[in-house]
């Protein structure tokens, strides 16, 4: 059944694929289940193996300033530690300087839920399992990044379309950084053994962070299957989110 997606004023068009999650106006794409080869061999920490996925809804973007924004007026959430999150300028831009623990509670109250580390990395790399969202090559041009930004940081989070994934998810490489769900083993995915909906270790010092950023120009850093640690109290102005929703 198609999804009916909100337009403007009370005009809507049918979308397949597609939802709007009421609570913050995210919209979300349908991926679907199955399996995949999650990792490219180019880490330590990222063998190739075969992993199943139940299908999930994935946030086409990274949540905004305006919508986390709408999570602190509602009393619920911390302010950034930056200013610009309150400027119409960069209303549409990702939220950046929040962590791990205001991403989840974000995610709580707007009933869905940060990704996975698989979640994530599939949504990014696409039904053919790319290198890059866009291809198996690296092209500074889809995305932001350092070579490209000048004298500017984040860009508003529909840019670079040249960039979107075979699933439509935008900037899953560059702009910012963003956090997963999972606690950071890099030898999870050796050793686990778990071949089905992994989420990660039960424990750890440090979440996932995944995508590369506008800081950033290290091709590899924003490679669909790169694994990164943060502590989950740090805010920096690189690392945002998005999120997605299960099918219960």
Same mark, same amino acid.
């Given at each position: 059944?198609?999804?009916?997606?909100?337009?403007?004023?009370?005009?809507?068009?049918?979308?397949?694929?597609? #939802?709007?999650?009421?609570?913050?106006?995210?919209?979300?794409?349908?991926?679907?289940?199955?399996?995949?080869?999650?990792?490219?061999?180019?880490?330590? %920490?990222?063998?190739?193996?075969? +992993? &199943?996925?139940?299908? /999930? &809804?994935? @946030?086409?973007?990274?949540?905004?300033?305006?919508?986390?924004?709408?999570?602190?007026?509602?009393?619920?959430?911390?302010?950034?530690?930056?200013?610009?999150?309150? %400027?119409?300028?960069?209303?549409?831009?990702? +939220?950046?300087?929040?962590?791990?623990?205001?991403?989840?509670?974000?995610?709580?109250?707007?009933?869905?839920? !940060?990704?996975?580390?698989?979640?994530?990395?599939?949504?990014?790399?696409?039904?053919?399992?790319?290198?890059?969202?866009? @291809?198996?090559?690296?092209?500074?041009?889809?995305?932001?990044?350092?070579?490209?930004?000048?004298?500017?940081?984040?860009?508003?989070?529909?840019?670079?379309? #040249?960039?979107?994934?075979?699933?439509?998810?935008?900037?899953?490489?560059?702009?910012?950084?963003?956090?997963?769900?999972? &606690?950071? %083993?890099?030898? /999870? /995915?050796?050793?686990?053994?778990?071949?089905?909906?992994?989420?990660?270790?039960?424990?750890?010092?440090?979440?996932?962070?995944?995508?590369?950023?506008?800081? %950033?120009?290290?091709?590899?850093?924003?490679?669909?299957?790169?694994?990164?640690?943060?502590?989950?109290?740090?805010?920096?102005?690189?690392?945002?989110?998005? !999120?997605?929703?299960?099918?219960?």
């Amino acid at each position: 059944m198609p999804i009916l997606i909100k337009t403007g004023k009370a005009k809507y068009r049918a979308e397949p694929g597609l #939802a709007v999650n009421a609570k913050d106006g995210s919209l979300l794409v349908w991926v679907p289940s199955g399996e995949f080869e999650m990792g490219d061999g180019q880490g330590a %920490d990222c063998p190739k193996h075969k +992993v &199943w996925l139940d299908g /999930y &809804w994935m @946030g086409v973007y990274c949540v905004t300033n305006r919508q986390y924004g709408r999570f602190v007026k509602d009393g619920k959430g911390r302010e950034p530690d930056n200013q610009k999150w309150k %400027d119409a300028a960069f209303a549409k831009h990702p +939220v950046v300087n929040v962590s791990w623990d205001d991403c989840a509670a974000y995610a709580k109250w707007a009933g869905l839920s !940060l990704p996975t580390e698989a979640q994530w990395e599939k949504a990014c790399r696409g039904p053919k399992g790319l290198i890059y969202p866009w @291809g198996k090559e690296w092209d500074e041009k889809r995305c932001r990044n350092s070579g490209n930004k000048g004298n500017e940081e984040t860009a508003v989070v529909g840019a670079y379309a #040249a960039g979107v994934s075979g699933y439509g998810t935008y900037q899953q490489s560059g702009n910012v950084w963003e956090w997963c769900a999972d &606690w950071y %083993d890099k030898d /999870y /995915y050796k050793a686990s053994g778990v071949s089905k909906n992994p989420v990660g270790p039960a424990t750890g010092s440090g979440r996932v962070y995944r995508g590369g950023c506008w800081w %950033d120009g290290v091709a590899s850093f924003f490679r669909g299957a790169s694994r990164f640690i943060y502590v989950p109290a740090f805010r920096y102005a690189y690392l945002g989110f998005r !999120l997605v929703r299960m099918v219960s």
